[in-house]
Structure formats: C-alpha cells, structure tokens
C-alpha cells in the first residue's frame, strides 16, 4: 500500500505554462484526504515552491533544490545541507572559466548577476521545449521570478561566498551548448563533495553529495515512520533518478526522457496531459 507520493515538479507536477492544472491538484487532496503523505520534490527553492503552490491552493511538505533543504508543509526547515564554502568557490571559479551562466541558491534565497539572463534564459528553456506556445505569456509568467523576489541581483557572488549569513545550496548552470556543459561538469568531476545532475538538457545542477532527492526522501519517509517501499515518486529528469531508484513504485512522465523511463516501473501520460493525476489515481 503507497502511503507517501514524491512529485517532481517541472516538468512532472507542473505543464507548460509552469501551473498545477486542475487535475493534478484534485488527485492530490484526494491522496491527502486518504491520509497518503504527499511531497514536492523539486530542484527550485523553497520560495520559488511556495509560489507556485500557493498560487494552486496546495498544502504540502517540500524537498527544495533537490533535497539541499527540507520543508514542513508549515514551512518549517527539517534538514539543511549546503555546499562548503571553499568548495562552492572553486565550483563558481571553473564555471565562469567556461563562460557559463550560472544562479546562486541559498538559504536566503537565489541570486544572480544578471536579472536579465535570469529571465531571458527561463523564457528560452520554455519556448524551444514548447514552441506552440505564446511567448508573451511565457516572457509575462518568467518575469514573475523577478517582480515577485523569487530571484535577487548581487554585484559579485563572492559577496554571499564570504558571509556567514549565507549557506549555499547550489549552482544552476545554464548553457544551450552541450558540449560547453559536459567541459563545465567534467571540469567539476575532482570535487569529489558535489552531486552534478541536470534537470534539462541545457543545465546542470551542482549541490552536496549528501543534497540529493533520494536521499533526502528516504530521511523525510524514515522520519514519518513510512517504508520506501510503501513510496511512490514520479520525475521526468536525471536529478529525479536518485529517488526513482529508491522507492517501491516508479513513475515515469510520458515526457520523461527514454533512460528515464527505463529506470521505472511505470511510464504514466505527458505533464500536458495530467501524468500525475493519472498515476495517483491509479494507487489509489
């Protein structure tokens, strides 16, 4: 019996236009009204989560930026693990020897040194994974990241590098050049204290070792008195696989790609068409 869903959100829990449709919100209550734990697992962080769940009138507890952080569905913060400061610099270093775009996730927030790129590479990731839809709405829904403070601008990232304040919690890298990106994580590959994963096929995600989706899920459930076996997870991309392999049922997005859905025991429908909804229902 499945007594804890883990969603991944873009791409999975989420359809183009970056919402909770109608149909997957409705199976979730359901599953909560059932008594079935139900948690985001995402590599966004908490803020850009909350909006988004908010928006959709959605209660949940949340693995944030693929499980450096861990959220109560009250907000509070169950775990934390962050990059070592010396490591992250190095990291940052080599990314911007490769002239390679890179956010700064946070405790406090993600940051960039260019508010611009942090809307234009958004707006650019969306439209060529979806051309049919309306750039403007696509430009308006990106921007949300800035008008809402979902995305601060700082001068220098070594400003939160240096301050104790700070614990960073990743490094999302963005570039539409493949091979640009396999240099950058090659170029990591000695940091032995860092799990390089991606998310889409025009960034790498760049946390702890320890800050990984499974991981964090199997504290989370272990902390509920739940089974992995008693889990269900669903994901769409590579930062998915480490809780894909994990847990006692494996869904896979019809959108997911094929290594993806080799890895599942499941292959549900497209984010487009409410894959979510549709495999939630069918566990319950």
């Known amino acids: 019996m499945i007594k804890c869903i883990a969603t991944d959100m873009d791409g999975t829990l989420l359809n183009s ?8 919100k409705e199976a979730i209550l359901k599953a909560q009204a059932q008594g079935i734990e139900v948690v985001v697992a995402t590599g966004r962080s908490y803020q850009e989560v909350r909006y988004v769940l908010d928006e959709a009138d959605l209660h949940c507890p949340a ?24 490591v992250v610099k190095m990291a940052a270093e080599r990314l911007m020897e490769k002239d390679i775009y890179f956010e700064v996730y946070s405790n406090r927030g993600t940051y960039t040194v260019d508010l611009e790129k942090a809307v234009s590479i958004l707006v650019d990731i969306v439209m060529s994974a979806n051309p049919d839809l309306n750039q403007e709405e696509v430009v308006h829904k990106a921007g949300a990241r800035v008008r809402n403070g979902l995305v601060h601008q ?21 570039d539409f050049d493949s091979e640009k990106l396999e240099a950058a994580a090659a170029s990591l590959e000695d940091l032995t204290q860092l799990a390089v ?24 459930v272990k902390a509920k008195g739940i089974e992995l076996a008693e889990t269900m997870a669903m994901g769409d991309s590579f930062n998915d696989v480490s809780m894909l392999e994990r ?17 599942c025991d499941v292959v549900t429908e497209t984010n487009d068409e409410h894959g979510v909804a549709k495999a939630i229902l069918e566990v319950l």
């Open 17 to 24: 236009y970056q919402q909770v449709s109608r149909e997957n």
């Open 63 to 86: 693995i944030c930026v693929n499980g450096a952080e861990v959220r109560t569905k009250e907000g509070e913060i169950f775990s934390a693990t962050p990059i070592d400061k010396q």
């Open 154 to 174: 700082v001068e220098d990232y070594n400003l939160l590098f240096n301050d104790d304040e700070y614990q960073v919690y990743k490094l999302l890298a963005f």
């Open 197 to 220: 994963s991606s998310s889409g096929h025009e960034n790498l995600e760049i946390t702890n070792r320890q800050a990984q989706k499974g991981i964090a899920l199997e504290a989370f």
């Open 247 to 263: 847990v006692g049922r494996a869904v896979a997005m019809g959108n997911a790609a094929y290594e993806i859905k080799t890895l």
